[in-house]
């Protein structure tokens, strides 16, 4: 469980920035399984066991056992929370979850995102800013313009549908947003498609028909099983 937001963490939290350091430390001493008391945390971290008394406080909590405690729980749901997305059949990514985190706080920290997408991925789109900007996130929906000709000059990040991944505007965005130094995150159906490869964080999308067309007019899970991987990957990051 990598630490980006420690508001979200820890929500009441007055935590200073080189308290940071210290509960990545804790954390990662809970996921190996391994036993974390004060005193040794002290030690390690060459600082004292009254100081690491009043970082959680500072946290939020009565004392040192309540933070590990909680601390504890919440490793806990983020394991249990990878595994089921990791066997979900209909969602397939090629990079590892620590890439992916970077690239959601990434767009966490720089409070707007592009959005892509044409036909049937429009309702994608669409979904994706209503929900987005509940999280407090600018979604900007790129139809009818060119990124280009609204940057601003500051790099933005892309989210990106296409359920061939073969979209000849949906290539070349990708490549203007790339050009302006943003990242982008693909949804895709296809699992040999250029989006695949072409995304900083690309997620193929199973179907789970073998017969579909570009008209859409067969049974498709394509746009169903896309908004449920949104829905789990906005909740876990913004």
């Known amino acids: 469980m990598k630490i980006y937001h420690l508001s979200k963490l820890l929500p009441d939290n007055t935590l200073r920035e080189e308290d940071k350091p210290i509960i990545e430390y804790i954390v990662k001493k809970i996921e190996r399984n391994e036993e ?6 002290a030690m390690e971290n060459y600082t004292s066991p009254s100081s690491i008394s ?6 939020g909590f009565k004392n040192f056992k309540e933070m590990i405690f909680f601390l504890t729980q919440k490793s806990n749901e ?3 929370a990878e595994r089921s997305l990791n066997q979900q059949k209909f969602l397939n990514t090629k990079q590892n979850w620590e890439e992916i985190d970077q690239i959601f706080e ?6 707007q995102v592009y959005l892509s997408g044409e036909g049937f991925c429009d309702l994608l789109v669409k979904y994706a800013y ?3 900007m509940l999280k407090k996130i600018y979604a900007i929906d790129l139809k009818d313009m060119e990124i280009k000709l609204i940057s601003d000059g500051q790099p933005k990040s892309l989210i990106i549908f296409s359920q061939s991944g073969e979209n000849r505007d949906a290539l070349r965005r990708i490549k203007e947003c790339k ?10 159906a296809s699992p ?3 989006f695949l490869k072409e995304g900083d964080a690309s ?14 007019s067969t049974l498709n899970f394509f746009f169903g099983n896309c908004l449920n991987a949104l829905e789990y990957l906005f909740d876990r990051y913004l």
């Open 54 to 59: 009043r970082l959680s406080k500072r946290a």
């Open 179 to 188: 050009e302006l130094g943003g990242k982008v995150i693909t949804f895709t």
């Open 130 to 132: 209503r929900k987005l």
């Open 78 to 80: 983020t394991q249990i």
């Open 106 to 111: 990434l767009i966490k920290e720089q409070g």
């Open 203 to 216: 997620f193929q999308v199973d179907p789970e028909s073998s017969v579909i067309n570009s008209e859409n």
């Open 36 to 41: 974390v008391d004060i005193r040794s945390t």
């Open 192 to 194: 040999n498609s250029t």
